[in-house]
Every structure is written in structure tokens, then in C-alpha cells.
């Protein structure tokens, strides 16, 4: 695929991301050599304005995670620009990383995987506070029983281990300690998708509120359709390490382009019983990102595929404004 262009027009830009590649080695032999690359994102770019929300959406093993993570190069992006108001973090050294990460945080997918099970409710949430060396001992306790209040959850919660909570309220633990250091940016790594139906809600409804409450500005990543409907001013659809289609949540869901976002959204069960939904079914399983084919990417599975998209990458166009689509024929 080709290099996706940042959108325009989107005012005051907090985050911007450029040909961002993260490349995985596999090594073979008794040298363990390099004999080939996993290609998990491969030149994905977009802009977030500040206060916005921008979805990635896609099917297990398209990348989002990895470019979440790049992004704050808790994993170090192979190549590409991250560039967090104005500036180039992938220049940056160690420490001046670690001063960017007060602004920078992440809430993990797993609530229970993500705590230190050795930990108190209130360690856990001081520990970001303690590390980089925000206030003193009396003022962490004080920002301990804020933030627990913030996300919903009690004062006498500070003493409890996370294996004494519910997973949303676990989950709730994971947001306070993100908001701790008061960022500007927050990675939302499928924050809701280890959770029960009910409670999703719950916290989908806690992140809007913090967002307005906090002037918050989301990365959300999910696999859930309506939950990325629901809470995403845009959304960016990846398929295999590349970013196909980008624009309004509205025009996305109203009018996709491109055949796989077509596909993808088919498969959004219709909550009435009487109406019935055209389902596209994709034939074959998802290509190695070891040896992506030639081409579009998407060309083994789709069903307009023809002869140029084989020999072809696809040109990224805006069909309408704001609406980007990587296809020949959309």
C-alpha cells in the first residue's frame, strides 16, 4: 500500500504519525541469522487533533496493537516520524522520552494482566506519581483519592489488591493510573474487550466524560464495531499493516469505499429481528504478514479484485472530503 497522507484541516494537531513501519526479525540457522521480517505495520500515517478521538479498527493481527505501541515507542518503531506537538519523539533520548510520557499514557486491554497483583489499588496508581517525582508523600495519597473518586471507585479501595475487584472495576484501577500524570494523549489498547456487555457501557461512558472533563485526546483501538462507532470522531480501518480507509465515523459506517471496510461492516448484527443485513463473506484467511502479496494487499480476498490490483499498490485519494480510501476502483 501507499504511504498514507495526514489528514487536513483538522485545526490544532496534538499527534501526528508519518510512514510509521515496525518490523518484527525471524531468525533461522545456527547463526540465528535474519532470514525475513514479520511486516506488522508498514507505513501507516494519520493526524489526531486535540480533543479528538480517532478509532483503529481491523481484524486480530492488522497491526492496530503494534501501532499503538509504536506510537509511544514502548516498542521501537522500525522507521517513520512520531511527532507529538510538533515534535519529532523519535529523535528524542531516553530521558527526554521519559519527561514526553508524563503527556503520553496507555490503558491496557487487560485489566488483570496490566496490575501488579502484588500491589495495593493505591501503589499502583502512585507509582507513575513516584517515578517521576510528582509531589510529596501526603500529595500522592491526596491524587490517589481523586483520581479514585474520578473513575468512579471509593477512598477505602487505596488498601484492596486487584485480584479483589470485578473486571471493570479493575479496569477503572487501569484508567486512574493513566490519568495520574494529567496527559494530553491516551492510547485505548481494546480497553473494553475483556469486559461483559454491560459494563462496556460503563466504561465507554467513564472515557467520554474524562475526555471532556480532562480535554483528553484518544488513539482508540478495538475490534468491536459499535464500540468504536460509538465513541470515535474518525475512524482508520487497517488491514494487514496498512491503513485502507480513514475518515468521519458518520461516513464510515453510512458509506464505506473500500471492500473490505464493506465487508467488515457487514458482519455488525442489526438489532431488530425483522431486517435482515446483506453479509459479505470473505473467502480465504488472512495472508502472512511475512510475505504480504503483491499489490493491494487485500487482492487474495476481495471480491472486485482484478488483474491490476495484483500488480498494483493503490493509490491513497480522497474520494470525499475528509474521506481517504486506498482502492483503484473507489
Same mark, same amino acid.
Given at each position: 500500500?501507499?504511504?498514507?497522507?495526514?489528514?487536513?484541516? !483538522?485545526?490544532?494537531?496534538?499527534?501526528?504519525?508519518?510512514?510509521?513501519?515496525?518490523?518484527?526479525?525471524?531468525?533461522?540457522?545456527?547463526?540465528?541469522?535474519?532470514?525475513?521480517?514479520?511486516?506488522?505495520?508498514?507505513?501507516?500515517?494519520?493526524?489526531?487533533?486535540?480533543?479528538?478521538?480517532?478509532?483503529?479498527?481491523?481484524?486480530?493481527?492488522?497491526?492496530?496493537?503494534?501501532?499503538?505501541?509504536?506510537?509511544?515507542?514502548?516498542? /521501537?518503531?522500525?522507521?517513520?516520524?512520531?511527532?507529538?506537538?510538533?515534535?519529532?519523539?523519535?529523535?528524542?533520548?531516553?530521558? $527526554?522520552?521519559?519527561?514526553?510520557?508524563?503527556?503520553?499514557?496507555?490503558?491496557?486491554?487487560?485489566?488483570?494482566?496490566?496490575?501488579?497483583?502484588?500491589?495495593?489499588?493505591?501503589?499502583?496508581?502512585?507509582?507513575?506519581?513516584?517515578?517521576?517525582?510528582?509531589?510529596?508523600?501526603?500529595?500522592?495519597?491526596?491524587?490517589?483519592?481523586?483520581?479514585?473518586?474520578?473513575?468512579?471507585?471509593?477512598?477505602?479501595?487505596?488498601?484492596?489488591?486487584?485480584?479483589?475487584?470485578?473486571?471493570?472495576?479493575?479496569?477503572?484501577?487501569?484508567?486512574?493510573?493513566?490519568?495520574? !500524570?494529567?496527559?494530553?494523549?491516551?492510547? $485505548?489498547?481494546?480497553?473494553?474487550?475483556?469486559?461483559?456487555?454491560?459494563?462496556?457501557?460503563?466504561?465507554?461512558?467513564?472515557?467520554?466524560?474524562?475526555?471532556? /472533563?480532562?480535554?483528553?485526546?484518544?488513539?482508540?483501538?478495538?475490534?468491536?464495531?459499535?464500540?468504536?462507532?460509538?465513541?470515535?470522531?474518525?475512524?482508520?480501518?487497517?488491514?494487514?499493516?496498512?491503513?485502507? /480507509?480513514?475518515?468521519?465515523? $458518520?461516513?464510515?459506517?453510512?458509506?464505506?469505499?473500500?471492500?473490505?471496510?464493506?465487508?467488515?461492516?457487514?458482519?455488525?448484527?442489526?438489532?431488530?429481528? /425483522?431486517?435482515?443485513?446483506?453479509?459479505?463473506?470473505?473467502?480465504?484467511?488472512?495472508?502472512?504478514?511475512?510475505?504480504?502479496?503483491?499489490?493491494?494487499?487485500?487482492?487474495?480476498?476481495?471480491?472486485?479484485?482484478?488483474?491490476?490490483?495484483?500488480?498494483?499498490?493503490?493509490?491513497?485519494?480522497?474520494?470525499?472530503?475528509?474521506?481517504?480510501?486506498?482502492?483503484?476502483?473507489?
Amino acid at each position: 500500500m501507499s504511504v498514507v497522507e495526514p489528514v487536513r484541516d !483538522l485545526g490544532d494537531v496534538l499527534l501526528s504519525v508519518k510512514n510509521l513501519k515496525k518490523y518484527f526479525p525471524i531468525t533461522g540457522g545456527i547463526m540465528s541469522r535474519v532470514v525475513g521480517n514479520v511486516r506488522a505495520v508498514d507505513g501507516v500515517s494519520f493526524d489526531i487533533a486535540r480533543g479528538e478521538t480517532l478509532g483503529l479498527v481491523g481484524e486480530s493481527g492488522c497491526g492496530k496493537t503494534t501501532t499503538g505501541r509504536a506510537v509511544l515507542r514502548l516498542i /521501537e518503531p522500525t522507521a517513520g516520524r512520531v511527532e507529538f506537538e510538533g515534535k519529532n519523539i523519535m529523535e528524542f533520548s531516553p530521558k $527526554a522520552m521519559r519527561a514526553v510520557r508524563r503527556q503520553m499514557q496507555i490503558i491496557f486491554q487487560d485489566p488483570f494482566g496490566s496490575l501488579n497483583p502484588r500491589m495495593s489499588v493505591g501503589q499502583i496508581i502512585q507509582e507513575p506519581l513516584v517515578i517521576h517525582g510528582v509531589g510529596n508523600r501526603t500529595q500522592r495519597e491526596a491524587r490517589v483519592k481523586e483520581l479514585l473518586d474520578v473513575v468512579g471507585l471509593a477512598s477505602y479501595h487505596v488498601q484492596r489488591f486487584p485480584h479483589e475487584f470485578s473486571g471493570g472495576q479493575r479496569q477503572r484501577v487501569g484508567i486512574a493510573r493513566a490519568l495520574a !500524570l494529567n496527559p494530553k494523549l491516551i492510547v $485505548a489498547d481494546e480497553p473494553v474487550s475483556a469486559l461483559d456487555v454491560s459494563i462496556q457501557s460503563q466504561i465507554l461512558n467513564l472515557l467520554e466524560d474524562l475526555q471532556k /472533563e480532562f480535554d483528553l485526546t484518544y488513539l482508540f483501538i478495538a475490534h468491536g464495531l459499535n464500540v468504536i462507532r460509538h465513541i470515535s470522531d474518525r475512524v482508520g480501518v487497517m488491514y494487514l499493516g496498512v491503513m485502507v /480507509e480513514l475518515g468521519s465515523a $458518520a461516513e464510515i459506517y453510512q458509506k464505506p469505499l473500500h471492500p473490505y471496510t464493506e465487508a467488515l461492516f457487514s458482519a455488525i448484527p442489526v438489532p431488530n429481528p /425483522e431486517l435482515k443485513r446483506s453479509r459479505i463473506v470473505l473467502q480465504g484467511d488472512l495472508p502472512s504478514p511475512v510475505h504480504p502479496p503483491s499489490g493491494c494487499r487485500f487482492h487474495t480476498r476481495c471480491p472486485i479484485a482484478q488483474d491490476r490490483c495484483r500488480r498494483e499498490v493503490p493509490v491513497w485519494k480522497e474520494s470525499f472530503p475528509g474521506h481517504f480510501v486506498a482502492c483503484h476502483f473507489r
